[in-house]
């Protein structure tokens, strides 16, 4: 495979485009709703009114109005639309209509604050391309960034571009991507890998999902670029055994990639092998750890250990390991082609880029926005979301999932940004937002996520494996109106020892959620309270 | 697997293989491992392809996996028992998976499970005594934006309300 050919390929698929283009979301939420046979009967119907020469019929991914679904859009010489909560019976009409028909179904409105807020980087093919088909891809400009670093860049300046990038982490923790990957380039040893993080256990996230389920050749792009700055042949896709549909147009796309030579042996030419195995994980939450991740890639029980060693240094198999999440990898091909300054003019000082975040819970515009950091969270909850349904109000915003905290109401007009959500006692998280309003029982939250810890525990070390026990327990007691300030005052410690003494990550955020919420909303904790038969 | 443990180790793999023989599905799991070399670390997704095959994980085909991938039954044990996913007991005709993730939950999830829990006499993990219904819960799904979700059969249904998932369930149990 060469520049030239690649070119032909898009050029080609370009040229074959038919006039009218009408897309079927087929991710995991519309296709629980029927959209495959959704997308046969606009096939079929495009057929019977005789439109077939100028209607293409398009599997697409997730569009991010999941809330809506089933989403079905169309582009006709310049002009978009959408339509909502489609039927499998309403392809006549859709069909119908687009030659100016009568179509009863609901539109939806492309210019609705919850497209026009938000800034698309990650997301930019979802909902566009047919991810199941790699010259989409290509006809979009895919792959040029991985020519570009092959051929014009040496690795050490694909890494320095990363670095100029600003770009962080996308998994929860912000750790700076170019340090990252100029730590696993400088390590010594003759074999390394590319590790990508699609494990996203967090309850309430599903933005990793649908960029692998949209956009697949994205990552893998990401993850070729990526092997090829740091000096690794081989890369590992975990993904989790929840997200069958992800795992195959995963399948697919590496299949597509290495029989056009974009994947393999010799890419474009050039003397870079890479090759990536999918890894299907089995639905244990601690394996979005690194070190818990390594482990499961080996086989093995995904226990943490201790670091350092980091992977960058010492990771799978002993070998200097590049371990990266799905967002962050699909951010690359954007940042080769446009500059690592253009990204860095994106966001704020500290925090680049932009984000994806699942909008989920009690809010009206349930889905997918890619927005970019330090917008306000007001902007997100109130304009994009539309607020709480059925009139209620806000009560608090839940970031960062189980290790995360609960964002009251009175703090919306904070920036969302790594440093600003850490301040809140909060964290970014992978970007899974879950709105409460006032009817939700913020105690019976922090139990939830405190039940989850519990039984997501590894059981390797013991402030995790038994202080979740007793923080569950206590939590527990408190929702049955049996607990004292005692008892309360023995939770907050036991919090603060979990938090310093675990050992990885799950265990040091698990009070997190209990922390948040005593922090705001100690009244209802106190509301349950028993007086102390002892005295004070 | 107890029992396996306490067996003579050599007799119990005659056993195994014995048993392994009269059954075809032991013959594609093997295909599978070859194709994977049979290296140690991909005994997760030899897993999988077990789970695949039988439904569930017994306690023979877990001495099968450890005896063709060279690895001691303990560690493959450990690694079954380690993984949510991985069932080692039989599942029933029908299974319902509520997605007890936190958009889900905040959304009345434990609404749907106290339904189905209460009108089958079930918990969450356990299967109606004739066999129809396995009632299981999962931690996320991923399918927040059309939250709660529940899982029948292997497919996602959005928007669920526990009468809802009764109805559906009665079409299983006649």
Known sequence: ?536 | MSAALITPQKNRIQAVLQHASGDKRFKILEVHMKKHQFRQDALIEVLHKAQELFGYLEDDLLLFISYKLKLPPSRVYGVATFYHFFQLKPQGEHTCVVCLGTACYVKGADKIINGIQDKYKIKAGETTADNKLSLLTARCIGACGIAPAVTYDGHVAPKQTPEAALERIKTWIQ
């Open chain 1, 1 to 536: 495979m060469q520049l030239d050919e690649l070119k032909a390929i898009a050029e080609k698929h370009r040229s074959s485009r038919k006039k009218i283009i009408v897309r079927t979301c087929m991710s995991a939420g519309c296709m629980s709703s029927q959209a495959d046979i959704i997308k046969k009967n606009l096939e079929a119907e495009a057929k019977a009114q005789g439109l077939e020469a100028d209607v293409e019929v398009r599997r697409v991914g997730c569009m991010g109005f999941c809330g809506q679904g089933p989403l079905v859009g169309w582009d006709n010489s310049g002009e978009h639309g959408l339509w909502e909560f489609v039927k499998p019976e309403d392809a006549a009409s859709i069909i119908a209509a687009l030659k100016g028909g009568e179509c009863k179904v609901q539109r939806g409105d492309p210019k609705h604050p919850f497209f026009a807020k938000q800034m698309h980087i990650v997301r930019a093919n979802g909902g566009i391309i047919d991810p199941e088909r790699i010259e989409d891809y290509i006809a979009i400009g895919g792959y040029t960034a991985l020519h570009h670093s092959l051929t014009e860049l040496q690795p050490a300046q694909v890494v320095e571009e990363v670095t100029k990038s600003g770009l962080r982490g996308r998994g929860g923790a912000g750790f700076p991507s170019g340090l990252k990957w100029g730590t696993v380039a400088k390590s010594p040893g003759a074999k390394k890998y590319v590790v990508c993080n699609g494990d996203e256990g967090d309850p309430g996230a599903f933005m990793d999902r649908s960029v692998l389920e949209s956009d697949p050749h994205l990552v893998l792009e990401g993850m070729a670029i990526a092997a090829y700055a740091v000096g690794a042949d081989q890369g590992y896709l975990y993904v989790r055994a929840e997200y069958p549909l992800a795992i195959s147009r995963l399948q697919i796309a590496i299949k597509q990639a290495k029989q056009l030579g974009l994947l393999g042996a010799g890419i474009f030419e050039s003397p870079f092998n890479f090759n990536v195995d999918i890894r299907i994980g089995a639905g244990a939450f601690v394996c979005g750890e690194e070190t818990a991740l390594m482990a499961s890639v080996e086989g093995k029980r995904g226990t943490p250990r201790p670091r350092p060693p980091f992977p960058a240094e010492s990771g799978l198999w002993g070998c200097p390991t590049l371990i990266n999440n799905v967002e962050t990898f699909a951010n690359i091909s954007a940042i080769i082609n446009k500059g690592g300054e253009w990204y860095a003019g994106i966001g704020t000082e500290k925090s680049k880029g932009t984000k994806v975040f699942a909008l989920t819970g009690k809010i009206k515009n349930n889905g997918l926005i890619e927005v970019p950091m330090g917008i306000p969270l007001r902007q997100i909850i109130m304009e994009m979301g539309g607020g709480a349904p059925d009139g209620r109000s806000i009560k608090s915003v839940q970031t960062g999932g189980p290790s995360g905290g609960c964002i009251p109401a009175d703090y919306l007009d904070t920036p969302v940004d790594y440093e600003s959500l850490t301040k809140l006692g909060s964290i970014m998280g992978s970007g899974g937002m879950v709105v409460m309003d006032d009817t939700t029982n913020m105690v019976e939250i922090a139990k939830f996520y405190m039940e989850f810890c519990m039984e997501e525990s590894c059981g390797k070390c013991i402030p995790c494996r038994a202080g979740t026990v007793q923080m569950f327990n206590l939590l527990e007691k408190i929702t049955q109106r049996k607990a004292t300030a005692r008892d309360l005052a023995k939770l907050e410690e036991l919090c603060d020892m979990v938090k310093n003494t675990s050992l990885c990550g799950l265990g040091q955020t698990a009070p997190n959620p209990v922390i948040s919420t005593l922090k705001f909303f100690r009244k209802e904790y106190a509301e349950l309270l028993q007086p102390d038969p002892f005295g004070p």
